[in-house]
């Protein structure tokens, strides 16, 4: 495996594996890998003839407050693990080869409008700006046929396919942005780099999040509105130790609008909940 550090090596490489004809998957990640990640280097293999990672932890997607400087970083470790999975390239810059000057004074920002406006966008202002910005370029510096994404952040993979299709990104078909289904541990968390923050007991206490959903799925399923159903889970999650519940919605699986009962199109259940300092996203399908 090749790793790239500055711009001008990537491209390099990226003409290299493309030199016989090859196509190329890319699989942004921010580092700290786990099973859930290493399920989209197989998928991407699955698909392409090379697969590129790219291990950028973006100083745009984090507001005021969050965990940028806490997030974990173990670029050795996670090298290894990409290159047991048969990775070819390995993109790594530095912050500065991605936003020269520094983050504060890149004057160029993208925002996609309507699927990044509530759930995790209203709670956190500015980040699907900063991760549009970020996928935007990762585009441009690869240029892949195909990019792979957890299914975990559900409205952020809606963010992006969005503005692959706005700004004719990648073929420019949405098809060729594949979410690749969340990969749980045996207790049903969805794995995430933040499950590592967690306490032994509120480790445990996490495991009522996916639980709850599937009950308040079951219900709604059942011919139970949203309301009744949304409200039972918000009680679990805040009877289990959960701190709050940022919010807990049904929505249009596509255009993220909230809905109030089953309709006849796809709908997902999104959680966003903090426990003993830690913020935890899930979704499900409904239907």
Request: hydrophobic letters at 45%; aromatic letters at 6%; one cysteine or more.
């Amino acid at each position: 495996m090749q790793t790239a550090t500055t711009l001008d090596m990537l491209r390099k490489s990226v003409a290299a594996l493309r030199g016989d004809g090859s196509n190329i998957a890319l699989v942004p990640t921010m580092g700290a890998l786990h099973e859930g990640h290493l399920t989209l280097m197989r998928a991407a293999r699955d698909h392409c003839d090379h697969v590129v990672a790219s291990i950028f932890v973006n100083p745009t997607q984090f507001g005021e407050g969050e965990d940028l400087d806490a997030y974990p970083r173990q670029l050795a470790e996670d090298s290894a693990m990409l290159e047991g999975e048969g990775v070819s390239l390995l993109w790594a810059p530095a912050p500065e080869a991605m936003y020269p000057g520094g983050p504060k004074d890149f004057a160029t920002s993208i925002s996609v409008s309507g699927v990044s406006a509530g759930f995790c966008g209203a709670d956190r202002p500015g980040h699907f700006d900063g991760v549009a910005t970020v996928v935007c370029k990762l585009f441009n510096q690869v240029q892949p046929d195909m990019a792979f994404f957890g299914e975990k952040d559900w409205q952020q993979l809606a963010v992006i396919r969005t503005m692959a299709r706005d700004l004719d990104l990648i073929a420019p078909h949405v098809e060729r942005i594949i979410g690749v289904p969340t990969v749980r541990e045996a207790d049903g968390l969805a794995m995430s780099s933040r499950n590592r923050y967690l306490s032994d007991s509120d480790r445990t206490a996490a495991t009522t999040l996916p639980r709850a959903m599937k009950e308040a799925i079951a219900r709604i399923e059942n011919g139970e509105e949203a309301a009744p159903s949304l409200a039972a889970l918000q009680d679990a999650l805040l009877g289990a130790g959960f701190s709050s519940v940022d919010y807990a919605a049904m929505a249009d699986a596509m255009s993220l609008a909230p809905l109030t009962k089953l309709a006849d199109a796809p709908a997902r259940l999104l959680v966003a909940a903090r426990i003993g300092g830690t913020r935890l996203i899930d979704n499900m399908g409904i239907g």
